[in-house]
């Protein structure tokens, strides 16, 4: 009888040995759980301030764009030797400059220069800021006419119908013709097809089922969904046509490519070789632009392209209204890039004084991945390097 007491006691003692055992086991996890959650919200809180400060730093970008295009000096001409065209472009920075400016990072700086100066780290690893003239590219949304109740105009489909066969979209005539009809319909008010092209009703036949815009283009990225584009003829077309929010925008002579000044081509282009050398003139030592005397050369060449087919009139301008304004900012592991439309007036709509305070801003794309840039800048670069060359 008396062995059983120590035997209940050492019970007792190891059940409670056992609880203090499960509730330290407990604080720890509880502590643990805590710990973590309070890390989380830290790097929350820290990602959120340098997504803040990222955006603002954009927004200051923006905002010096904008100054730098207010303060053209000659907005009757928009050429690439002009300051808004070379703006944070680097290579193109005009040395001995007073108002020159550098966006390179201090670190970068701080190598290049051999003296050892004392420089601020605002943590900024990359910071850019460049304007590129809409207008040097052909706006997709030209395709349908300004006016209400007008069939697509026809002139505008031989400038994308020559702008396929340049950039070698399409391996016939048909291929074409149907990519054409399919992106008329797409961007047309109405739900007719019209013999050729594909409306809601051939997209609600897909198995994720959608409808057609029926309403202007909102970006050249859209053209996804337009049946026949496919990735890589958006590719293709994405340096050399652009989406404005308007169907008549004109083409600067003084921005646009080889290939967009060809495809103003009557007829099927031939051969571009005159366009060329046309604008080999850009290339002469002194060259400040072509002005509006400069037009009439420029559709003489045009001319040649498709003999005896003549030229599509009234497209060419030797300014810009549409310019987009584009910004990275990279902070850590951080990025934040914008894409801003915006619209200067034309110069014969306001006084020079006026301008000031008229550039609007059309429309601003944000993003933390900043792909389209990526993909848009490398695009331009690839095709440009099979085109041109
Ligand atoms: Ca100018
Ligand atoms: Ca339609």
């Not at 680097?90 to 201090?106: A, C, M, R, V, Y």
């Not at 003084?254 to 000044?261: I, Q």
């Not at 305070?357 to 440009?384: A, F, H, M, P, Y």
Request: a negative charge; proline letters at 3%.
């Amino acid at each position: 009888m008396t062995k059983r007491y120590p035997s209940k006691q050492k019970d007792q003692s190891g059940l409670v040995m056992l609880m203090v055992v499960g509730v330290v086991v407990l604080m720890i996890v509880l502590l643990a759980l805590l710990l973590e959650d309070q890390h989380r919200m830290i790097r929350q809180i820290g990602n959120q301030r340098v997504a803040e400060q990222g955006f603002q730093y954009s927004q200051g970008l923006n905002a010096w764009a904008l100054r730098v295009l207010h303060e053209d000096n000659n907005p009757l001409v928009d050429h690439e030797d002009e300051k808004w065209a070379k703006f944070g472009r680097p290579e193109e920075e005009i040395e001995g400059q007073d108002d020159s400016f550098s966006l390179e990072s201090t670190t970068a700086r701080s190598q290049e220069e051999e003296d050892e100066e004392a420089t601020i780290d605002f943590g900024i690893d990359t910071v850019e800021v460049t304007i590129d003239d809409l207008q040097g590219r052909y706006n997709l949304n030209n395709l349908i006419s300004a006016q209400k109740d007008v069939g697509p105009p026809v002139d505008q489909k031989r400038i994308f119908l020559n702008l396929l066969q340049i950039l070698e979209i399409g391996e016939f005539q048909e291929d074409r013709d149907q990519l054409y009809w399919n992106l008329v319909d797409w961007i047309d008010e109405n739900d007719t097809s019209a013999g050729f092209g594909a409306e809601s009703g051939d997209y609600q036949v897909k198995t994720k089922p959608y409808y057609a815009s029926d309403q202007l283009l909102s970006s050249v990225g859209e053209l996804r969904y337009v049946r026949g584009f496919t990735k890589n003829i958006i590719s293709k077309l994405r340096p050399y046509t652009t989406v404005l929010p308007v169907s008549n925008a004109k083409l600067n002579l003084n921005t646009l490519s080889p290939e967009v000044l060809a495809s103003l081509a009557g007829g099927p282009v031939a051969d571009s070789s005159q366009v060329d050398v046309f604008l080999a003139r850009k290339e002469q030592p002194g060259f400040q632009g072509f002005n509006q005397g400069d037009i009439n050369a420029a559709e003489s060449a045009i001319n040649l392209v498709s003999p005896g087919q003549g030229f599509v009139k009234n497209m060419l301008q030797v300014n810009s209204q549409f310019f987009q304004i584009n910004t990275k900012v990279e902070l850590g592991d951080q990025k934040v890039c914008t894409r801003t439309i915006v619209l200067r007036p034309s110069i014969n709509n306001s006084t020079l004084q006026e301008r000031e305070t008229t550039i609007s801003v059309i429309s601003r794309e944000q993003d933390t991945v900043c792909r389209e840039l990526i993909d848009s800048q490398t695009e331009q670069q690839k095709n440009g390097d099979e085109n041109l060359s």
